[in-house]
């Protein structure tokens, strides 16, 4: 005999009415185990729930909304007692969002500042003259490189370096380029990556020189073609006052972007105090770190 159902009982379909949940999200989490029909009919296999279950639902549900993966649900039903615990649910919740948010107000803050850069850069690009910026200060990843920027081995040398961060989870930036340091007794040029901010201390903890540059004045200037080996004819008044100098090249971040034939910007400040007779580059070996 088929099972008569209880006026207490609701049906997948009725129980589904009440929580406004659907009826496939409700088989699924009778799927995972977390709501078991109080009873299955053995003739027909219809699934029955009991008033109850409702508000279980409404917990389940509620890990949903706050980003709690259902497979951890049972970390919040007391199975013995048939209790919820809402304040572990909620408080494992609320860290898991404020995760989210902090991570989002991260990426808010990167594309404002890259807004700001491409409004600098187009500035830059407008002006036939070097012009000076104030540019934060910024810590690199250096290996040294006599090459250009537009050879095979300048792209070779960076992708290891953004790989073996990414297998030391050290976050980089956006930027990479050639540097050259000159000072009186000759000139030194490298590749170099910049890292994202906070990562320092994660290259510290592995024993990675780094390139710590500070907040400074840069005269910038745009130029079609690579133009770091002519950078003393770049900025002649400068090295006319200055020994020593740090140049940087790398690809000039306009709002309508050609990869395939990019504009270049040359940035040239006072090197350094701390940079002079320091070891702040990679030894370049077959393995870089």
């Known amino acids: ?124 690009r407008s002006q036939k003259e070097a012009i000076s910026f104030a540019l934060p200060s910024k810590s690199c990843l250096l290996v040294p490189y006599e090459g250009r920027q537009t050879e095979a081995g300048y792209v070779v040398l960076r992708n290891r370096l953004m790989m073996q961060c990414r297998k030391k989870q050290i976050p980089v930036g956006y930027e990479a380029g050639l540097l050259t340091v000159f000072q009186a007794e000759g000139s030194r040029q490298f590749l170099f990556l910049d890292l994202a901010v906070g990562a320092e201390k994660q290259a510290e903890r592995l024993g990675i020189p780094l390139l710590c540059l500070p907040q400074t004045e840069y005269l910038c200037k745009m130029t079609k073609q690579e133009g770091i080996g002519e950078a003393k004819d770049h900025f002649a008044a400068f090295f006319a006052q200055h020994k020593d100098a740090l140049v940087l090249q790398t690809e000039l971040f306009t709002s309508i972007y050609p990869p395939a034939a990019p504009l270049y910007e040359l940035r040239c400040a006072v090197l350094p105090k701390n940079l002079k007779n320091t070891k702040f580059y990679l030894d370049r070996k077959e393995n870089i770190f």
């Open 1 to 124: 005999m088929s099972f008569q159902k209880n006026y207490q009982m609701l049906s997948i379909g009725e129980l589904s009415a009440l929580t406004g949940v659907h009826i496939k999200s409700l088989r699924y989490y009778g799927r995972l185990g977390i709501l078991p029909p109080a009873y299955t009919d053995s003739e027909t296999g219809y699934r029955y729930y009991s008033p109850a279950q409702a508000d279980l639902v409404f917990a389940i549900q509620l890990c949903v909304e706050m980003g709690i993966p259902l497979k951890r649900f049972s970390d919040f039903w007391l199975e013995q007692t048939q209790q919820v615990d809402y304040n572990k649910l909620l408080a494992e919740g609320t860290r898991l969002m404020q995760e989210k948010i902090d991570a989002m107000q991260e990426r808010l803050r990167f594309a404002y500042e890259t807004e700001a850069e491409i409004a600098r850069c187009e500035l830059c």
